[in-house]
């Protein structure tokens, strides 16, 4: 898992009215799935064998845990 991009979506959806965040592009789905793997989200479930669309439907517990840790370390999210 990227955590770079796993703390900008869960940022993303931090910041959305809507509670949700739609992704499109393989690379964004195979990262949420990760994501939902490790209890980071919860997400939308996919038949497909190589999704190239995900919906992040809500931040765990986990979730949360891990913004806040990786949002106190200033430099981690300034780069």
């Known amino acids: 898992?990227?955590?770079?991009?796993?703390?900008k979506l869960i940022a993303e959806v931090e910041h959305q009215s809507a509670g949700f965040l739609k992704m499109r592009g393989r690379e964004a789905a195979r990262?949420?799935?990760?994501?939902a793997e490790a209890g980071l989200v919860k997400a939308n479930e996919?038949?497909?064998?190589d999704p190239t669309e995900a919906v992040i439907t809500r931040i765990?517990?986990?979730?949360?845990?891990f913004?806040?840790?990786l949002n106190n370390v200033r430099s981690f999210s300034h780069n």
């Open 1 to 7: 898992m990227n955590l770079r991009l796993a703390y």
């Open 31 to 35: 990262e949420v799935y990760l994501m």
């Open 46 to 49: 996919s038949d497909e064998l």
């Open 60 to 65: 765990t517990h986990a979730g949360h845990q």
């Open 67 to 69: 913004y806040r840790a």
